[in-house]
């Protein structure tokens, strides 16, 4: 398929605007003592409460209760949600301001694997460093806790682009895992892997390129 001239730019959150590492949340539930929340044979938080929190299919209450009932440890809310949210750092100045000078040019959107815990961490930062609100860099944010899906499903972002009615020969999806940016691909999105951190060295040229 012929690609047309990009006009529209949806982008992942976190690795690609927001920095993380998850390994910080690791640690910290460790050092509470949930030493198998992180599974080192498939490289994974646990998947029952990962996945079920990401669809929205838990609220924030019923996530940390599951915390307590799989690691079999008496936690408040307040050491669940701060080993859970260790994970998130920063939205470094330059990387917002590139964002700012796309929205000259280009329709921008977000799309985001997250939960109600981090919604609230993210944009607290965000608010505090910046004095506005995060959805005020895209035209519209997606978020798969509200929408009831989560990447790399296609219906994830079939139901983006009919709640958005972007020509997909016109929108490029940016993500720094593989499986979402193939799952994008699968809807006939145009799409850019990075690794995390790299937006401001990739995307530059990868519009030059695309035209």
Do not use: C
Not at 35 to 41: A, C, G, H, M, P
């Amino acid at each position: 398929m012929k690609k047309g001239k990009i006009r529209n730019i949806i982008f992942d959150l976190g690795g690609v605007i927001v920095n993380l590492n998850p390994q910080l949340t690791v640690d910290g539930f460790r050092k509470l003592g949930w030493s198998n929340f992180y599974n080192e044979e498939t490289k994974s938080f646990n998947q029952q409460l990962f996945k079920l929190f990401e669809k929205g299919n838990s609220s924030s209450a019923e996530f940390r209760d599951l915390v307590r009932e799989s690691s079999q440890l008496a936690l408040t809310d307040t050491q669940i949600d701060e080993a859970w949210n260790a994970m998130i750092l920063d939205f470094p100045t330059a990387r917002i301001e590139y964002i700012h000078e796309l929205k000259k040019e280009y329709r921008l959107f977000l799309l985001s694997n997250t939960n109600e815990i981090h919604e609230s961490k993210f944009e607290s930062d965000f608010m505090v460093k910046f004095g506005y609100a995060l959805g005020e860099l895209f035209e519209q944010s997606f978020y798969s806790h509200t929408m009831g899906l989560r990447k790399p499903n296609a219906d994830i972002f079939q139901e983006v682009l009919r709640l958005t009615e972007l020509d997909v020969s016109e929108t490029l999806f940016i993500d720094d895992i593989l499986q979402n940016t193939e799952g994008a691909q699968s809807v006939g999105l145009n799409v850019l892997h990075i690794e995390p951190g790299t937006l401001l060295e990739r995307l530059p040229n990868h519009l030059k390129d695309l035209g």
